[in-house]
């Protein structure tokens, strides 16, 4: 763990800013590195993207837009993101689990910054996401997604997508620190979620008829 030495203070006793950078680099280590007693955790963020391609491509493609590929050309941005509300209930139920544990209690009781636990949290959560966005478009491009942008355009919208997700990573702080235990935050999660994605036009086209790109099957 890293401490805060006499040259790391500054005026107040404040730390100072290169200090409680390094100190949130090493809890973002120290929760990537608790992937290590916790395997599981790995597998929530590989398994539970993969199934979203395989079942919205497949269950919903040849519906939707006549074919699995056309509809994953069109579906797979908004699948991504709603991966990234899902994943971001982790980082709500870890940061629940640490309160009430007392887990934050003793992290606050050592010479570092008081924002190094919390923001070091939210780091390691989104290298955790980029894994799940870089897994989910490998994925779609096995199965004939096509990346439009050329490279320029991959890193940018890859980009956006982690600021996406950092600023989803606070409102699942908030339930986090307001929810009285892990129950209530999958609760509360859940029900910010769904609505989220499911009334948006992330999976259909929401301007057209029945929302979708070639309309309802007619009813003989």
């Known amino acids: 763990m890293t ?15 290169p200090a409680a950078l390094r100190q949130t680099a090493t809890m973002a280590w120290r929760s990537l590195v ?24 497949y269950v919903f493609g040849g519906q939707m837009a006549g074919s699995p590929q056309e ?14 509300l899902f994943m971001s209930m982790y980082t709500a139920m870890s940061l629940n689990t640490d309160l009430t544990k007392g887990v934050f209690d003793r992290l606050r009781s050592l010479p570092i910054a008081r924002s190094a636990p919390l923001f070091g949290r939210i780091v390691a959560d989104l290298a955790k ?11 779609g491009t096995v199965l004939g997604f096509e990346i439009t942008g050329g490279p320029a355009g991959f890193l940018g ?5 982690l600021t996406f997700a950092a600023a989803v990573s606070w409102t699942a702080v908030l339930i986090g620190m307001t ?18 994605t499911f009334t948006s036009s992330a999976f259909v086209e929401v301007d057209t008829p029945g929302g979708s790109r070639h309309g309802s099957r007619s009813t003989p």
């Open 3 to 17: 401490g805060t030495t006499l040259t790391d203070l500054g005026r107040g006793g404040r730390v100072r800013p």
């Open 157 to 161: 919208a890859t980009l956006l997508l």
């Open 129 to 139: 996401q980029l894994w799940a966005m870089l897994l989910m478009i490998a994925l």
């Open 71 to 84: 509809y994953l050309q069109y579906a797979l941005a908004g699948i991504i993101v709603q991966n990234t």
């Open 179 to 196: 929810a009285a235990d892990v129950e209530k935050v999958q609760v509360f999660a859940f029900t910010f979620i769904f609505p989220l």
């Open 34 to 57: 608790s992937v290590k007693h916790n395997p599981l955790e790995l597998v929530d963020y590989s398994i539970t993207p993969i199934m979203f391609v395989f079942l919205f491509t």
